[in-house]
């Protein structure tokens, strides 16, 4: 196949796209190698580059002449084309669909190929490759397999969310097709909000992350969704013992394509049949994602994409102390434009609706609601506007740049004492507008053939506090050898909406707030220092990553909390403190082979001091975690079989536990006397060790022409119980006294499941 290009200056830039061509997914991550008009591999390519998340590649300063272009793609038969530029127009688009083939894959490589360009504390990972390990429904877990990471925490069943080098989950920037997600996990993190089916793309960057990210202070998880096939009509559905999921995908028309997918978890339903006595907190959620995409034309696609989640937590009737019921729903619409202008710029252009809710109802001894009761709804809503463009204006420089434009809109209702005429008020709630603007400026360059950089800055602008600044960021690497990288990065960040939970109750008290006049931005300042090598002919990978975070304006609620919608604000209930965190982080992957996987671990502190919690001393957050070690192996037996194993051991979460009790004898009152807990420190207490394994078996089979895949799961295999939530209650003893009692709650114990799902 041959195509004539034509330009009228001296150079020439050739760009395009790479899809795959039976289903039009954009294949992220393909060689390009250009050769001279004949192919001689004892000679170098005259250039070369990779496409990007959306498929796009652009090679600049081509000469008039013939050139030979290789497409290299994992599982894809190589492609080869013949360009020949005679010379009209300075630049023109060439696309190419390549063809899959079926290899027998022996990589598993978390972090993707070996790459020249600067990835700092950052990893991509193809969801293909999640599908062997053990999860709880059956499906890809993309969140614990995050979890299986060094330096993403996961210290506590109850967490929802990352927490990732110290950092809270509202640290994290979560990207779903350039649209924010306020929470992206179920409970325990057992599934991602997004369904496994229509993953297409996933990168994490743990920290100092480049200057197109912005909004959160450490870390970011960018996923882009899959746009369904061109090719037919296709769909999966299946049947799980404790989940049932299906997918749809297919062409609308010759331009156009849709991908339909939704899953319902029904623990619940199976607790209280099988299990009703247990104390074990009853849970069910579901969740649907929906995108069609069109192809205006070869420079111009249109995508819509929607998700929508629910998640219910709540007490079982066993339980007599305690009661809570807490539920959470994400709703995301969004509108990505991805074009290409005359000048091989690539542009993306994003509009989005995003609504977060989440309503927590806590009462410890509901029949005498006393201090411990607690209700918090906090309702975001935000309407975002992004523009981004992307030039590469020579073959070792790309720049990148683009404007964020925010309108948000915070309904928080909060309460010491729950009552359903209080959630149903209108004027109950503390409503808070607010402007959001940024414009950043990046750039990706090669200097020679040992270092690279990403480097540039974001300013920034939040309407309610009229707060304007600016941020810089850097990111180098060096190329000692082939084998061996030295990396480093710095970055400061800013973030406006602050998650703000008590350290008296471990249940969720999630209460997102945004800054105002008198609560002001959170900041912070990030050091990242590594080196990667790889040996044997890179079969293994190992590298070893220090770092430092250093947060300022950070907020919690005061010791003595006195939440009354009507009598106090809640601003006032508020704490501004300062935090820390470091340590470093080893990981090993061995990237080649039937048998496969990794070993993580992490060591590493985070610290909170403020001037009116625990006295003005240094404490520890809940989510602190000194060690955390995690394996993860996956043996292909056949082709068709396959059996993965997880195992994990990390401290234990921190809590605070009263060390006594006193009386308190109501003066002048004519009341009872009241027993009441001293509390003398944060965090004091920390959980036994979290550890567990889970282990996994897949099966791939034909039957009546019918491909199906099947899959037996033993979730935490030695039925440790590790800790939902703990919680001090008293209780009257055989001698008619009020004794204190320390009650834990254990979220998931050994589950065995199974399923089974047919593709058509």
Same mark, same amino acid.
């Not at 995508?303 to 007599?320: G, N, R, W």
């Given at each position: 196949?041959?195509?004539?290009?034509?330009?009228?200056t001296?150079?020439?830039?050739?760009?395009?796209? =790479?899809?795959?061509?039976?289903?039009?997914?954009?294949? =992220?991550?393909t060689?390009?190698?250009?050769?001279?008009?004949?192919?001689?591999?004892?000679?170098?390519?005259?250039?070369g580059?990779?496409?990007?998340?959306?498929?796009y590649?652009?090679?600049?300063?081509?000469?008039?002449?013939?050139?030979?272009?290789?497409?290299r793609?994992?599982g894809?038969?190589?492609?080869?084309?013949?360009?020949?530029?005679?010379?009209?127009?300075?630049?023109?688009?060439?696309?190419?669909?390549?063809?899959?083939?079926?290899?027998?894959?022996?990589?598993?490589?978390?972090?993707?190929?070996?790459?020249?360009?600067?990835?700092?504390?950052?990893?991509?990972?193809?969801?293909?490759?999640?599908t062997?390990?053990?999860?709880?429904?059956?499906?890809?877990?993309?969140?614990?397999?995050?979890?299986?990471?060094?330096?993403?925490?996961k210290?506590?069943?109850?967490?929802?969310?990352?927490?990732?080098r !110290?950092?809270?989950?509202?640290?994290?920037?979560?990207?779903?097709?350039?649209?924010?997600?306020?929470?992206?996990?179920?409970?325990?993190?057992?599934?991602?909000?997004?369904?496994?089916?229509?993953?297409?793309?996933?990168?994490?960057?743990?920290?100092?992350?480049?200057?197109?990210?912005?909004?959160?202070?450490?870390?970011?998880?960018?996923?882009?969704?899959?746009?369904?096939s061109?090719?037919?009509?296709?769909?999966t559905?299946?049947?799980?013992t404790i989940?049932?999921?299906?997918?749809?995908?297919?062409p609308?028309?010759?331009?156009?394509?849709y991908?339909?997918?939704? /899953?319902?978890?029904?623990?619940?339903?199976i607790?209280?049949?099988?299990?009703?006595?247990?104390?074990?907190? /009853?849970?069910?959620?579901?969740?649907?994602?929906?995108?069609?995409?069109?192809?205006?034309?070869?420079?111009?696609?249109?995508?819509i994409?929607?998700?929508?989640?629910?998640?219910?937590?709540?007490?079982?009737?066993?339980?007599?102390?305690?009661?809570?019921?807490?539920?959470?729903?994400?709703?995301?619409?969004?509108?990505?434009?991805?074009?290409?202008?005359?000048?091989?710029?690539?542009?993306?252009?994003?509009?989005?609706?995003?609504?977060?809710?989440?309503?927590?109802?806590?009462?410890?001894?509901p029949?005498?609601?006393?201090?411990?009761?607690?209700?918090?709804?906090?309702?975001?809503?935000?309407?975002?506007?992004?523009?981004?463009?992307?030039?590469?204006?020579?073959?070792?420089?790309?720049?990148?740049?683009?404007?964020?434009?925010?309108?948000?809109?915070?309904?928080?209702?909060?309460s010491?004492?729950?009552?359903?005429?209080?959630?149903?008020?209108?004027?109950? !709630?503390?409503?808070?507008?607010?402007?959001?603007?940024?414009?950043?400026?990046?750039?990706?360059?090669?200097?020679?053939?040992?270092?690279?950089?990403?480097?540039?800055?974001?300013?920034?602008y939040?309407?309610?506090?009229?707060?304007?600044?600016?941020?810089?960021?850097?990111?180098?690497?060096?190329?000692?050898?082939?084998?061996?990288?030295?990396?480093?990065?710095?970055?400061?960040?800013?973030?406006?909406?602050?998650l703000?939970?008590?350290?008296?109750?471990?249940?969720?008290?999630?209460?997102?707030?945004?800054?105002?006049?008198?609560?002001?931005?959170?900041?912070?300042?990030?050091?990242?220092?590594g080196f990667?090598?790889?040996?044997?002919?890179?079969?293994?990978?190992?590298?070893?990553?220090?770092f430092?975070?250093?947060?300022?304006?950070?907020?919690?609620?005061?010791?003595?909390?006195?939440?009354?919608?009507?009598?106090?604000?809640?601003?006032?209930?508020?704490?501004?403190?300062? !935090?820390?965190?470091?340590?470093?982080?080893?990981?090993?992957?061995?990237?080649?082979?039937?048998?496969?996987?990794?070993?993580?671990?992490?060591?590493?502190?985070?610290?909170?001091?403020?001037d009116?919690?625990?006295?003005?001393?240094?404490?520890?957050? /809940?989510?602190?975690?000194r060690?955390?070690?995690?394996?993860?192996?996956?043996?292909?037996?056949?082709d068709?079989?396959?059996?993965?194993?997880?195992?994990?051991?990390?401290?234990?979460?921190?809590?605070?536990?009263?060390?006594?009790?006193?009386?308190?004898?109501?003066?002048?009152?004519?009341?009872?006397?009241?027993?009441?807990?001293?509390?003398?420190?944060?965090?004091?207490?920390?959980?036994?060790?979290?550890?567990?394994?889970?282990?996994?078996?897949?099966?791939?089979?034909?039957?009546?022409?019918?491909?199906?895949?099947?899959?037996?799961?033993l979730?935490?295999?030695?039925?440790?119980?590790?800790?939902?939530?703990?919680?001090?209650?008293?209780?009257?003893?055989?001698?008619?006294e009020?004794?204190?009692?320390i009650? /834990?709650?254990?979220?998931?114990?050994?589950?065995?499941?199974?399923?089974?799902? =047919?593709?058509?």
């Amino acid at each position: 196949m041959t195509a004539n290009l034509f330009a009228q200056t001296d150079r020439y830039t050739l760009a395009g796209f =790479v899809k795959d061509a039976v289903t039009g997914e954009a294949l =992220v991550g393909t060689n390009i190698l250009v050769y001279n008009d004949s192919l001689n591999f004892n000679q170098p390519p005259v250039t070369g580059t990779a496409t990007n998340k959306f498929g796009y590649y652009v090679i600049p300063s081509l000469d008039f002449k013939k050139y030979i272009l290789i497409f290299r793609h994992l599982g894809y038969k190589t492609a080869i084309r013949e360009i020949s530029i005679t010379g009209r127009n300075q630049s023109e688009t060439f696309s190419i669909e390549m063809i899959s083939e079926d290899i027998k894959l022996q990589e598993v490589i978390v972090e993707g190929e070996k790459q020249e360009k600067v990835l700092t504390s950052t990893i991509d990972i193809p969801p293909e490759l999640l599908t062997n390990l053990p999860t709880l429904t059956g499906e890809v877990d993309l969140f614990k397999s995050l979890e299986m990471l060094p330096g993403v925490g996961k210290g506590s069943e109850i967490s929802s969310g990352l927490y990732i080098r !110290g950092g809270s989950p509202d640290q994290t920037l979560t990207l779903v097709d350039g649209s924010i997600l306020y929470n992206p996990a179920h409970l325990g993190n057992i599934a991602s909000t997004f369904n496994s089916t229509a993953l297409s793309d996933i990168r994490l960057i743990k920290g100092a992350f480049p200057a197109e990210y912005g909004a959160r202070l450490s870390s970011v998880l960018d996923v882009k969704l899959r746009s369904g096939s061109k090719e037919r009509e296709k769909g999966t559905v299946g049947l799980g013992t404790i989940n049932s999921f299906a997918a749809f995908e297919g062409p609308l028309d010759s331009n156009s394509t849709y991908l339909l997918s939704g /899953r319902y978890m029904y623990y619940d339903i199976i607790q209280k049949n099988f299990d009703a006595e247990s104390t074990t907190p /009853r849970y069910n959620f579901y969740d649907v994602n929906a995108k069609v995409n069109l192809s205006v034309s070869e420079k111009s696609v249109v995508a819509i994409s929607a998700l929508y989640s629910k998640d219910h937590a709540y007490s079982p009737s066993s339980v007599e102390d305690t009661d809570y019921d807490i539920e959470w729903r994400n709703v995301n619409l969004s509108l990505n434009w991805l074009q290409v202008n005359t000048k091989s710029i690539l542009l993306n252009s994003i509009i989005s609706y995003i609504n977060y809710n989440f309503i927590s109802k806590i009462g410890i001894n509901p029949a005498s609601l006393n201090s411990y009761t607690y209700f918090s709804n906090p309702n975001l809503t935000d309407l975002y506007f992004r523009q981004n463009a992307e030039i590469r204006w020579h073959q070792d420089h790309l720049f990148k740049t683009g404007i964020d434009l925010a309108l948000h809109n915070y309904d928080v209702l909060y309460s010491d004492v729950y009552t359903e005429a209080l959630e149903k008020d209108p004027y109950a !709630g503390t409503d808070i507008s607010a402007v959001e603007a940024a414009w950043y400026l990046q750039a990706e360059s090669q200097f020679g053939s040992r270092l690279s950089a990403n480097y540039g800055g974001r300013f920034y602008y939040f309407g309610s506090t009229r707060y304007f600044n600016f941020e810089p960021r850097i990111s180098v690497a060096y190329n000692f050898t082939s084998d061996i990288t030295m990396k480093g990065a710095f970055a400061i960040a800013h973030q406006f909406l602050h998650l703000i939970e008590r350290n008296d109750i471990t249940l969720p008290t999630d209460l997102w707030y945004p800054s105002t006049k008198n609560i002001k931005p959170s900041y912070s300042t990030q050091y990242v220092l590594g080196f990667d090598t790889y040996w044997f002919d890179q079969s293994y990978a190992f590298s070893v990553e220090g770092f430092y975070k250093d947060m300022q304006s950070l907020y919690e609620f005061k010791s003595s909390i006195e939440l009354d919608p009507v009598e106090d604000s809640i601003e006032d209930q508020f704490t501004e403190g300062k !935090g820390e965190a470091y340590g470093i982080e080893f990981f090993l992957n061995k990237r080649k082979g039937n048998l496969s996987g990794w070993i993580g671990y992490t060591l590493s502190w985070s610290k909170r001091q403020f001037d009116e919690l625990n006295g003005g001393k240094v404490f520890y957050p /809940r989510y602190d975690q000194r060690h955390d070690f995690s394996i993860v192996l996956s043996y292909k037996i056949i082709d068709e079989l396959n059996i993965g194993a997880t195992w994990v051991y990390a401290t234990g979460q921190r809590y605070t536990l009263p060390p006594g009790q006193y009386i308190f004898d109501p003066v002048g009152t004519g009341g009872d006397p009241q027993i009441q807990f001293n509390y003398t420190g944060i965090n004091t207490e920390m959980f036994p060790p979290y550890t567990k394994l889970d282990v996994n078996l897949n099966y791939s089979f034909k039957w009546l022409n019918t491909n199906f895949e099947s899959y037996l799961t033993l979730y935490n295999v030695y039925n440790r119980q590790n800790a939902f939530a703990q919680y001090v209650v008293t209780v009257e003893n055989e001698d008619g006294e009020e004794v204190p009692v320390i009650k /834990r709650i254990s979220l998931f114990p050994f589950i065995p499941s199974a399923g089974i799902a =047919v593709k058509f």
